[in-house]
């Protein structure tokens, strides 16, 4: 069993991202080190954990221990060893049919922007890391939705305090397509599956209190009642702003590899340099409120 005693953060940049060393899953966790865990995640909006060797099973109950599992249609046939609270990202191929979804996070976007209720955490398993000429490929790019809403102008504040944006599923398929990235297939027409939902341009982080910016390149769409190009103006605006440099951390994963992340209060990319190059990551979402 792991004690808090044995957990050190060490932070991964100056906006986000801490490393917890002492801490192995498979060796089983009490409330005192969820809470440790969980404690880090809110300060530091990602957590990684290396050297990490779970199952499947191991994973999800772990997950459990930071909320309640989110299932989402979507991603029902990609699930390893049938375990339904997980999700498989890769680019593998067996018996001409992907083993998971392909292209996952391509472009910036919190998980589950375009439902009702967004996923809260992830957590994400690296079972296969792609190298080519010993250098790693596929990293994941993180910002700081935090650090970048308090970076804003006060007069860009006061323009957005109040608005709202719809986020969508339809939208972020389009957005793939004309990006030739791979789409997973649905069954039956996208705004069944995930109709278009409206949540508000800065959230309240529900365990924090922090502002965060809460539009994104992948999901957005429009401004409620707003004026299409005046929308598409401020939300490219915004897209811009919350990626700059000073708020991002890059990932660079190894096999082992379990990171933790709050969807609030962070985006991400994923940078998909690999090719056919073998990826093999097991997702699982938690469920958060309704955005505030």
């Not at 906006?15 to 440790?36: K, T, V």
Request: hydrophobic content about 40%; some cysteine.
């Amino acid at each position: 069993m792991n004690t808090t005693q044995e957990a050190t953060v060490t932070p991964l940049s100056p906006s986000l991202g801490a490393e917890l060393h002492g801490i192995d899953l498979a060796a089983g966790f009490d409330e005192a080190q969820i809470g440790f865990i969980r404690d880090a995640l809110h300060r530091h909006s990602v957590v990684l954990l290396r050297e990490q060797r779970i199952s499947p099973q191991e994973q999800v109950a772990f997950s459990k221990r930071l909320g309640p599992p989110l299932r989402v249609s979507l991603f029902t046939q990609h699930k390893p060893e049938g375990v339904d609270e997980l999700t498989v990202v890769s680019n593998i191929v067996k018996d001409g049919k992907p083993i998971g979804v392909m292209d996952a996070g391509a472009l910036w976007h919190t998980d589950g922007a375009y439902l009702a209720k967004p996923d809260m955490y992830t957590v994400l398993y690296a079972l296969e890391i792609p190298q080519r000429d010993g250098k790693v490929l596929g990293d994941t790019l993180f910002t700081s939705t935090v650090a970048a809403y308090e970076a804003l102008p006060a007069e860009t504040k006061a323009r957005i305090a109040g608005l709202r944006a719809v986020n969508s599923l339809s939208h972020h398929m389009e957005l793939r397509r004309k990006a030739n990235f791979k789409a997973p297939p649905v069954a039956g027409a996208v705004n069944v599956v995930a109709p278009d939902v409206e949540h508000p341009v800065v959230r309240i982080h529900p365990e924090t209190g922090r502002k965060c910016l809460f539009v994104t390149e992948g999901h957005t769409k429009s401004i409620v009642g707003m004026d299409p190009a005046e929308s598409t103006a401020l939300l490219a605006s915004l897209f811009a702003h919350v990626t700059r440099p000073e708020f991002v951390y890059r990932h660079q994963w190894r096999v082992g590899d379990v990171l933790i992340w709050d969807n609030c209060a962070t985006q991400h990319l994923a940078i998909t340099d690999y090719g056919d190059i073998p990826r093999r990551l097991h997702r699982a979402g938690i469920a958060g409120p309704v955005p505030v």
